[in-house]
């Protein structure tokens, strides 16, 4: 058989369009907005329950993530095992989780039942118990894996990032020690419960096989609450952030962390900065991955990360390497930071990254449940539904000077603090 | 329900299509029937390692991950005791670089020592970072030489030991790749926005011309019945105690699967199981507990793993996990609780056959495990298991002898 000609690559279309498909919005009765997005999957639903309930609500450590995790413990009329069972048995899974701007519960369920399934989270939301019992275990529980993650070089150097940002009042470095959960009484579980998740919530999202069905079961449920009206500001303290080396005894592998606090998403700036990021340690093909590991060997892996909240934002890089290695890595990614500060991003690299990042877009709304991720960005920050169109024009026509500039405006070496946690 | 259709290539490669017109993408996911089993038990590690040296040039492209990114594509692989499964995604009108990239390394590396030196320090790199420098990483490393005694599932992918890695040279990569990568030792499944003829034309135009190989595949052992309980000990400097029980069970394609896989459903899967509702909610003796089979296709490992509440021994909480276990042999399940996870499987079957390529894997096991079929019959399979069953595979595998139980103690500062 003829070998087709292996020397020269196939040609490749350039992504001009995404065609971001916005979640439609609905209003309950009490005016509560569901947003929803169908999609051919047989039978599949996502239901996410968005509270204003994160841990920027907190006034106290670990109140937010605790009574996420307790709702589901018991309510008036049911044990925590009886709601695991009614759950279960519909085959159906009712995930937690509470973040620094909001907390929510997430259902996947068959839509055959979800009547079953919404009853049970109804009583749920607006009925937990917090029995002294069920806080014991959680608590004890806690403690100990706590106590696991202590011994981690990743979890140590990341609280140390946070706290040296932020200062530790902040939600995003709300870290616990395990004396925090003394004070960790039934009364403040219950006093945030009824504030933030009894009476009001942000939004409702569907995803999957919507029918009109669906929908006016949701609009049935939400009726219970309200919409919330929050704010999203942070108590902040003023703070310089330090460099900061935190022993860790016997660790083989110390990790690393250099950065900085940065523009979150609201700002004009951010799309053009994610390119920068991207180009510097954002993917596989990055400098950094391309030096520290393919070139070097020093790491498993090194990226870097632009984190984004609604009232602040970060940045940094992050990787794990031998401990005699760390000062050669925190060099290295200088050398590369300040590379990409005076010297121009040849053309053939600019639009290998700018490539990558259209694909990155495109694999990003494959599928109903990553489609409404993206569309809670322009929830939550207010954006219109042209923000991913927009962001392929602006991929598309960013220059090298753009992306110097933007190194040179954000991410100088000099501003950059170093955080090291290993032997 | 995934349509597909298979055919194969003159040089005995598989290739699989499925069409999802409602997708943007194409994803090209090739499966060899290649893992650390078949590894020399002096040279382990190596299918993993082999991996790494598969991104890092081949015959006529020498940057993978570059030529791939232009075309707005990702990838990635990873590698088990069975095989090596690699995965690109792509803009849908640029599949043909998929083609081209994973075309080129099945027709030959280029074998550069260059990347050898430095995949080695990267794996080893790997190696610390999720074995050795996190707390319990080593656990596999220590139970499954306690349960298995001649099967190669006794070292982990990642090997026995760095000195394998560093140990590899040039000659055994080449080795490596002439005895298993190969059109004839390969299933392709290439799904999302592209049609059946696209798919052969392009599947004949890039990988038509690749010769078959001899597959040159080691025999191994199968591993004999266990007859006695092993316990082995190990101190380390973590915070809590942990124990670990190993279970051997059938392999993938006998009857009983479905109903063990079921079963480590009843015990753990989730806060209405049985394990967690017993001795983590009732009697407090755990902090942690779960159940589950560890998926390989030879016959692999039911484990019961938790960890224990300070102050409780390792002696309680064993007996505390047989107790529940004897239970479930003496007495079985209940109708609705089979039915529950039923439910459940049902669910997550449905949950995990959404997006391209989830479903591309999910046809390659199937093709893989020798009956493509099961892609969409799975369900069924479930469905059929009846509370007997379930009863019967509990008083077949979780008995005594046929356990291995790993006492994972934490040093306390007393003990330095």
Redesign the interface.
Known sequence: MNQPNRTIAPETQKIKHLDFPACIKSLGKTGVSIYHLYAPVDEVLRVEFVFDAGIAKQTQKLIATGVNRLLTEGTQTKTAEQIADGLDFYGSYLQTRCAVDDAQLTLYCLKKHLNKCLEIVLDVIKNAQFPENEIDIYKKNNKQRLKVQQQKTSYLCRKAFYETLFGNTSPIASYSLPIDYENFSRETLVSFHRKYYAETIKYITLAGDVNDDVIEQLSQFSASFNPSQSDNNYRNETIIPESKVVKKEKSSQATLRVGRKIINRSHPDYRKLQLVNLVLGGYFGSRLMKNIREDKGLTYGIYSVLESYLDDGCFYVEADVNNDKTQVAIEEIYKEINTLCVELVPEKELITAKNYLLGSLLRSIDGPFTIVDRNRILLDYGFKSTYYDEFIEIINTTTSEELRDLCNKYLKPENLVEIVCGA | ?INYTQFKL?NGLTVIHHPDP????CVLNILYNVGSKDEHPEKTGFAHLFEHLMFGGS???SDF???L??????NNAFTSNDITNYYI???A??I??G??LE??RM?SLDFSQKVL???????I??F???Y?????GDVWLKLLPLAYKTHPYRWPTIGKDFSHIENATLDDVKAFFYSFYAPNNAILVISGNIDLETTKVLSD??F??IPARVINRQQYQIEPEQTEKRIEHVYN????DLIIMGYHICERMHPDYYAVDLMTDILG????ARLF?EL??KQ?LF??IDCYQSGDFDAGLVIVEG?L??GVTHQQAEEAIEKVLNELVKSGITE?EL??V??????NI??ND???LNKAMKLAYAAYYGDIELANTEVSEYLKVSTNDIQRVAKTYLKPTNCNVLYYHAKHESTK
């Not at chain 2, 030196?117 to 794996?123: E, G, M, R, S, T």
């Not at chain 2, 050795?132 to 319990?136: G, L, S």
């Open positions: 329900m003159k409602n997708s943007k993408l015959l006529n492209v991950d570059n030529q990114q232009i075309a707005g594509g990702d995604t792509l803009p009108n640029n043909e670089t083609f081209w075309s080129d027709l030196d430095v995949q080695k320090a990267v794996v790199e790997e610390k970072e999720r050795i420098n996190q707390p319990y135009k890039w038509g011309p400097d973590v915070p809590l899967g989730g806060k209405s509702n983590l909610k407090k902090s942690e960890k509440i300070k609705i039915e529950k039923k439910n459940k499987s049902e669910t449905r949950f959404m997006g391209v």
